[in-house]
């Protein structure tokens, strides 16, 4: 609705941009102030994060550059400043380098890896809602048509161009439904992982896995009104490569269950016999 922030002359800060900053100071804001919570060092949760927050920077627009080697042979600067950094295949490999990155340092800074990541999952959550609201502004992954009353109209070229929104057609706000569920979620999150903090009753990625259970869920249900629902490949003819995704998620969660609760973590009273 508002893919443009400021432009002078041919040069554009992008909505989406600002957003996308916004969305990392509030993600490792909320993880450090969580990690107080938990016990973690909050200096080593914050390098953490910020490593995170590059990583995925760095690996989103590598992503960019292999898709487009042949541009970037040609014009190396054109392709490293254009073009969206929030397509799928961008996404995915600069979240999964900044998970392997992030992981490793946690490891090789002696930080308890599962009770980090506990803490992680509501500031990732957080972080996604305000990059579902920067998805909305900038037109992408924009919703499947719709005769609904609240059904969003693009009107920007710059969007069609930049992100390939439809123009003057009706469509779910479908960036929107995902940013309520992920505040909702973020929400939620916070209030169980106080609740596994002080009462230790609770699993020790417990938090992670509800995380990766709703989030799956969420993704799910929002597929069939995302706009290349349609035109999406089936994978065995049953679901999108969205919903299997979707269904990993869930699946992983459900592993995290598995983890040895809290209150087998903590020390036993020796048992003395007369």
């Not at 970037?72 to 392997?100: E, K, N, Y």
């Not at 992030?102 to 500031?123: K, S, T």
């Not at 930049?162 to 505040?183: C, D, E, K, S, W």
């Amino acid at each position: 609705m508002y893919p443009r922030f400021l432009q002078f002359g041919a040069f554009v800060i992008s909505t989406y941009g600002v957003l996308a900053v916004v969305a990392a100071l509030c993600g490792i804001a909320l993880w450090t102030s969580l990690a107080r919570r938990t016990n973690l060092d909050s200096a080593k949760i914050q390098t953490a994060g910020l490593l995170a927050v590059m990583c995925i920077v760095m690996g989103a627009r590598l992503a960019v550059v292999i898709d487009n080697w042949q541009g970037f042979l040609q014009a190396p600067l054109l392709i490293l400043m254009a073009g969206t950094l929030s397509t799928g295949s961008a996404v995915i490999f600069g979240v999964l380098l900044a998970a392997i990155v992030a992981i490793a340092y946690l490891l090789l800074a002696r930080v308890p890896v599962l009770r980090a990541l506990d803490a992680a999952a509501p500031a990732v959550v957080l972080a996604l809602a305000i990059l579902d609201i920067a998805d909305f502004a900038a037109g992408s992954h924009y919703g499947a048509p719709t005769a609904v009353p609240w059904g969003v109209i693009y009107s920007s070229r710059f969007a069609a161009r930049t992100a390939g929104v439809p123009l003057g057609i009706p469509l779910h706000p479908v960036q929107l439904y995902a940013a309520v569920g992920h505040f909702v979620l973020a929400a939620v999150l916070v209030t169980m992982l106080r609740h596994v903090v002080l009462n230790k009753d609770g699993r020790s990625a417990e938090v992670l896995g509800i995380a990766l259970f709703a989030d799956g869920v969420l993704r799910f249900l929002l597929a069939p009104l995302s706009g290349d629902y349609a035109d999406a490949s089936v994978l065995f003819h049953i679901v999108t490569p969205a919903q299997a995704i979707a269904m990993l998620m869930v699946v992983l969660g459900g592993v995290c269950w598995l983890t040895p609760p809290w209150s087998s973590r903590r020390s036993q009273p020796a048992v003395h016999h007369a």
